[in-house]
Each structure stands twice: as C-alpha cells, then as structure tokens.
C-alpha cells in the first residue's frame, strides 16, 4: 500500500514537473530561443538592406531629375534650330530683287564656285583688279581668268620657296617671279603687255645709267632709253633682259631694239652683260 502510494506521487511530481517545463517554453518569445550570436547577425543584415534600399533611392530620384533637365535643353535646342532655320528666310523674302529683276538665288543654292575650272568667271567687287584689266579692253570673263590665274602663280611660287626653305634647299628670289612668265606663255606677248599696263606694271626697261667702257655705252645706249627687244624677243622687264643675255652664244651680235623720245631704234651689241643701270617704266 506504502509502495503504491509512493509510486502515485513520484507520477505527480513528474508530471508537475513537465507541465511547468511546457509553460516556460511557450512563454519565453522566439527571439529569446535564439542563440546570442545568431540575433546580432539577423540585426546588421535588417540595417545594410534598409540602407542598400535607400541608396537605390537616391540614385534613383537623381537619374530622375538629370533626365528632366536633358530633355529641357534638348527641348531648347529644337526650339533655337528652328529659329535660325526660318530667320534667313524671311531675311530673303524681304530683301529687295537685284535691279535688274534678276531673282535671288534660293537659299542654300550658291551656284558653281566663281574660278571653278570650266566654270564662269566673275567679279562682282568694284575696284578690283579684273575691273582695271575690263577697262584695259579684256571681256569680263577673261579678266576674271587672268586675276584668278595670276593669283595662283603666287600662290605656287610661294609654296615653291616655303618647301625650299624646311628642305634646307637654296631658293632664288627670282624664282618668285616665275609665275610671271607662265602667265606670259598663257596670254601671248599682246595680252600679257595689256595686262602689265592695266596693273600698272613695267613694260620695258627704263635706262637710268650707262656704265663707262660697258657694251651699252659704245653702242649709243643713253640715259631715258628704253629697251623693249633683245635679239628680237620681247622684253617687259630687267629680269627678261639678263636671262635673254645668257641665250645663244656669248659674244655674239645681237640686235637690241630701243624706244628713245618717241622713235624705236636698233642697237647693236655682243651678247653679254650690256652695263646699264636700269629699271622699268611703268605702263609706257
């Protein structure tokens, strides 16, 4: 009897015991079963999304608003574009018809370039040089070639002594001066003389001295004499002369063909230095 009742209660404690274990585990929250270690790792991992996640945010709202202010300039950029696309044409429409009632040329439309090669050749600019050349008898086509060509004979010769130069190559001055002569051989002596009197250039050399015991004095060669042949070849200028001197033979005769007051006269000399101190008269 003793032994049953004993049995009884050590049922009863146990089962009290039991019950109590049971209350204490479900009133304790999940976060207090929790390890220590694991609840602080559950923590910074909640803090670095929320701050990702404002991060995100932030750039967000920034491509935003950089967006909006691209598509406010582009916007500006249209509106600037058609402006100045309408502008030059209400500034033709406008603008008063030529006098001879020639039409504007339309917008964009410029026409061939002025010295196209094969093109027409123009010269709307008062007071230039193909105007002197017009008012010197050559149609207005032509004088517009020639100013054309002469300039760019210059421009070649200048590019000749500017290559010579970072060559390290010598260049004759008078090279420069060799556009003149394929623009001689383009025109013909006649045209070429016009020319050089329309621009006002020399078309002979004017004798301004005669050195003592030279060729030129014992011919009859005079200050104000004017040399306008050498063995019968045109000269406009001193440098014609001195390159028609080293021609042919040296010291052979040649015929020097010389304007004095008005008269031509003929003059003979060996082919050599003549000794003058000259120069050019212009346009005569």
Do not use: C
């Not at 383009?186 to 004017?206: H, I, M």
């Not at 040649?254 to 003058?276: A, D, F, K, N, Y």
């Amino acid at each position: 009897m003793v032994k049953a009742l004993l049995l009884v209660a050590a049922g009863l404690g146990v089962g009290l015991a039991a019950a109590l274990w049971i209350q204490s585990e479900g009133a304790s929250p999940p976060a207090a079963r929790m390890a220590p270690g694991a609840s602080a790792t559950a923590a910074g991992a909640s803090d670095i999304s929320d701050a990702r996640l404002k991060k995100l945010e932030t750039a967000l709202s920034a491509e935003v608003d950089e967006r909006a202010a691209l598509e406010a300039r582009v916007t500006a950029l249209r509106d600037e574009l058609a402006t100045l696309r309408t502008r030059p044409a209400a500034a033709s429409a406008s603008a008063p018809a030529p006098g001879d009632g020639t039409p504007p040329p339309p917008i964009g439309d410029a026409g061939p370039p002025p010295f196209a090669r094969g093109g027409p050749f123009r010269r709307d600019v008062q007071g230039s040089q193909a105007d002197a050349l017009v008012a010197a008898g050559f149609p207005p086509d032509r004088a517009a070639w020639i100013e054309h060509r002469a300039s760019e004979l210059r421009m070649q010769a200048l590019q000749a002594q500017y290559d010579a130069q970072r060559q390290g190559k010598p260049f004759d001055p008078g090279q420069a001066f060799n556009g003149d002569g394929a623009l001689r051989t383009d025109l013909g002596d006649s045209d070429y003389e016009r020319y050089l009197k329309a621009t006002g250039r020399p078309t002979s050399v004017g004798i301004q001295g005669v050195l003592a015991s030279s060729p030129g004095e014992r011919a009859g060669l005079k200050p104000g004499d004017e040399v306008v042949a050498y063995d019968g070849k045109r000269v406009f200028d001193l440098r014609d002369l001195n390159t028609l001197t080293f021609e042919g033979t040296a010291g052979e005769s040649v015929t020097v063909s010389v304007r004095r007051e008005g008269q031509t006269v003929h003059l003979t000399l060996p082919r050599g230095p003549i000794g003058i101190v000259g120069g050019g008269f212009r346009g005569r």
